[in-house]
């Protein structure tokens, strides 16, 4: 008789974390918005000041940037229906090539769908059987799948380490190609990739460097041209990534660097040759986005203040937030079920932030992760820290070190 083939399926019905958070009132994700104003938002018909976001300069609701996206949408169609290959590149997307080559000082930038594709396209097709990626240990989860599709072998090292990279590198075949890829600033942490040193040791090896610039564009640098050129460390850096769905206020990334290597991935990442190109109103919107955010670099001196009185209030309060150096502050609290029960009591304070556990963070390592905006004005920060205050009275500040997950 044969053999009944496993069912796929029994794992989705044992499946109970999600049905255990909401049973118990806690489950914080997919969480529906009705209304979004930038810093706040509406849910259920009640108002609440949004933390969780990565808005960082509020563009996404700025109405130059809505009226750039609804122009290119009536010039050019809801979507372009097709790949950048064939039919799906519109005079729009070699603009914001263009911009974005010039705004920072690359020779060519190629656009893909999302960041993660992004990441992906470029990791997976740049390397070849016998090479080594060196990955920072708290790369994004983007950098460590497009890892996963390259023929090259994945060697982490630890965060953010000259040391650790140099260790690594050190026990590599001389002859191996090898690229050290990292966060510029780091999603959940916040903070910034020491990348001077990282730079030397790599170069030492004759390792290409490629730095994520997700967080950092629009953050740091001068008019927020990302770590790179924070760090005055352009001309070294080989390759940059970057999204839109960040302080561009959008979706979509890129990848930027010298032109012959722009023109391979663009005839060879799979990512970008089998999936429909950037909608219109995406890339019109985004150009828009970044005139804005060249010509009022008032909202990143904004955004950095907000950041340093979040810092400091939070420190104030009792509440640990790790070693960020930016406007994104995470909140450390230990066990899943507490971050759970944290951000449940935000929301019914009227603030919306998320929570992050395994595997974004270290397992028993949950935060609340908290990210502020240029928009945010003093009366929000003040209220959400009242907020916080409230709760550190009620629930503790959470500084019990790393709990440990029972099984
Ligand atoms: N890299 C980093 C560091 C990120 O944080 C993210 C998104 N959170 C991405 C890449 C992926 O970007 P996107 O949202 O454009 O897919």
């Given at each position: ?18 049905a255990d ?14 209304e ?12 609440k ?75 997976a ?23 996963q ?18 260790n ?5 075949a ?8 990292m966060?510029?600033?780091f999603?959940?942490?916040?903070d ?22 997700a ?9 927020g041209r ?11 850096v080989d ?30 990442a799979r990512?970008l040759?089998?999936?429909a190109?950037l ?10 986005a ?16 907000n950041?340093h009185?979040m810092?400091?209030?939070f ?8 070693t ?16 759970f029960m ?6 019914e304070?009227?603030?919306f ?9 270290r ?45």
């Amino acid at each position: 008789m044969r053999t009944l083939a496993r069912d796929l399926f029994q794992k989705c019905r044992d499946y109970r974390d999600s049905a255990d958070a909401k049973a118990q009132g806690f489950y914080p994700y997919f969480r529906q918005i009705d209304e979004t104003h930038g810093n706040y938002v509406m849910c259920d018909g009640e108002r609440k000041i949004m933390i969780g976001s990565n808005n960082y300069l509020g563009l996404a609701q700025d109405e130059r940037v809505i009226e750039a996206a609804c122009e290119a949408t009536r010039a050019y169609g809801a979507g372009c229906t097709g790949s950048r290959l064939l039919n799906g590149t519109i005079r729009l997307h070699s603009q914001l090539e263009e911009a974005l080559a010039d705004f920072l000082q690359r020779e060519a930038v190629l656009l893909f769908s999302t960041g993660f594709f992004a990441n992906q396209g470029a990791l997976a097709s740049l390397t070849e059987d016998g090479d080594v990626i060196l990955c920072d240990r708290e790369n994004h989860a983007s950098i460590i799948d497009g890892c996963q599709f390259a023929p090259a072998k994945l060697v982490p090292y630890r965060h953010n380490s000259a040391s650790s990279l140099g260790n690594r590198l050190k026990r590599q075949a001389p002859e191996a190609g090898k690229l050290v890829v990292m966060d510029g600033v780091f999603s959940m942490s916040g903070d910034i990739a020491d990348l001077p040193p990282q730079l030397e040791v790599a170069k030492s090896y004759g390792a290409r460097v490629y730095v994520d610039e997700a967080h950092s564009l629009g953050v740091l640098g001068p008019k927020g041209r990302g770590v790179v050129h924070h760090f005055g460390l352009n001309d070294d850096v080989d390759i940059v990534m970057g999204t839109f769905s960040k302080s561009l206020g959008s979706m979509g990334g890129f990848i930027a660097g010298d032109r012959q290597m722009i023109e391979f991935l663009k005839h060879r990442a799979r990512c970008l040759i089998f999936t429909a190109s950037l909608a219109p109103a995406v890339a019109g919107g985004v150009l828009k986005a970044l005139e804005i955010m060249q010509q009022e670099p008032e909202r990143m001196e904004q955004l950095w203040r907000n950041t340093h009185k979040m810092h400091e209030g939070f420190k104030r309060i009792g509440f640990k937030i790790g070693t960020t150096q930016t406007p994104i502050v995470p909140i450390l609290i230990g066990s899943e079920a507490k971050a759970f029960m944290f951000t449940q009591r935000l929301f019914e304070e009227g603030v919306f932030a998320t929570p992050a556990i395994y595997p974004a963070v270290r397992y028993g390592e949950a935060i609340v992760r908290t990210s502020y905006m240029a928009t945010h004005t003093d009366d929000d920060l003040d209220h959400v820290l009242e907020i916080f205050e409230k709760l550190a009275r009620e629930l503790g500040t959470f500084d019990d070190p790393a709990y440990v997950e029972p099984g």
